[in-house]
């Protein structure tokens, strides 16, 4: 569809061109339309430009969709490719009408200092966009929280962060909501960005807690919740866990991390509570809770004896 529509537009090109070198010289208007006749050319001329520009960068866009597999990596090319195309026709165009180059590169330079002062925000957030194209602290496909805002990147554009929203005021348990979030990318140079998906290492480490009283038999009730854990995440999590430390090992933190998962011990006034901690993908991070939990449930339900939960409703 890109290549046809970017066929067309070169065809509107052409046809500017051809009409502005067919007017030219056969057009002779009437004495009071003289002046009509330069800003006629002048048009068509700028539509030639507007129209083969964006011929142009359909057809980039149709030959980076074919040549370059990573979603992330041509979403990101076709916004830079855009910008610099936008940017040039405008100054074509201008040039075009005015008759003067650069005069207009001048005026363009005056212009913009005064829409620097005007524009302040927008001219932040496009330079946002150059640091995240640069810096790349999250691009396409991550899962990030920007102040309050958190959810599944589905766009970088010029001025503006959209994502898909997870939790917010919906729902919970990081579940998506169904809404979108517009971000502007200036947040990126003032506010702190979570990414839970980089590129080099797309887990984090949760917790599932489960609530015994004082009675229970905290060793069994410990190495059952390990033991639910190793069998479902075990293998997966040493093999990730590895490359944290290597990791971990470039940088000046010195930090012990666990192979599998752990067991800590927190103490309630009438009930002890055991968080398991493990590692996983942020988008299963809710799933892994569920069974984790349904199946360490059931075992503490199978060993009475050993465990008991809190009496009352206040826990």
């Not at 929280?145 to 958190?150: M, P």
């Not at 729902?171 to 200036?186: A, I």
């Not at 479902?232 to 990791?247: A, H, I, K, N, P």
């Amino acid at each position: 569809m890109k290549r046809r529509l970017g066929y067309l537009a070169f065809v509107v090109a052409l046809s500017a061109i051809l009409a502005v070198s067919v007017l030219e010289t056969a057009w002779v208007p009437p004495e009071s339309q003289q002046s009509a006749k330069p800003w006629v050319l002048k048009g068509l001329l700028a539509l030639a430009i507007a129209s083969g520009t964006y011929g142009v960068y359909l057809l980039l866009s149709a030959g980076m969709s074919r040549l370059v597999h990573d979603k992330r990596r041509r979403h990101d090319m076709r916004n830079v490719v855009r910008f610099v195309m936008v940017v040039a026709a405008i100054v074509a165009v201008a040039g075009v009408l005015t008759d003067q180059w650069l005069g207009v590169l001048f005026s363009l330079g005056i212009v913009g200092f005064g829409v620097t002062v005007a524009l302040q925000q927008p001219l932040t957030s496009l330079l946002g966009w150059v640091y995240i194209l640069s810096m790349r602290p999250y691009q396409v496909g991550d899962r990030v929280r920007i102040e309050d805002a958190k959810g599944d990147v589905i766009d970088v554009d010029f001025l503006v962060t959209t994502l898909w929203e997870v939790e917010g005021d919906l729902v919970s348990s990081h579940q998506p909501s169904g809404r979108t979030v517009t971000v502007p990318n200036s947040l990126i140079l003032t506010s702190e960005v979570f990414n839970y998906t980089r590129d080099d290492f797309p887990f984090v480490w949760s917790e599932v807690s489960m609530q015994v009283s004082y009675e229970t038999d905290l060793d069994f009730a410990k190495e059952t919740m390990r033991a639910v854990a190793e069998e479902q995440l075990g293998e997966e999590m040493r093999g990730q866990v590895e490359t944290y430390r290597e990791q971990l090992a470039a940088t000046p933190v010195d930090l012990e991390v666990q192979d599998g998962p752990s067991v800590n011990v927190v103490q309630k006034e009438t009930w002890v509570e055991l968080r398991l901690r493990f590692l996983t993908r942020p988008r299963r991070i809710q799933r892994t809770k569920n069974a984790l939990y349904d199946e360490i449930l059931a075992r503490f339900q199978a060993n009475p004896d050993k465990v008991a939960f809190p009496a009352g409703r206040f826990r």
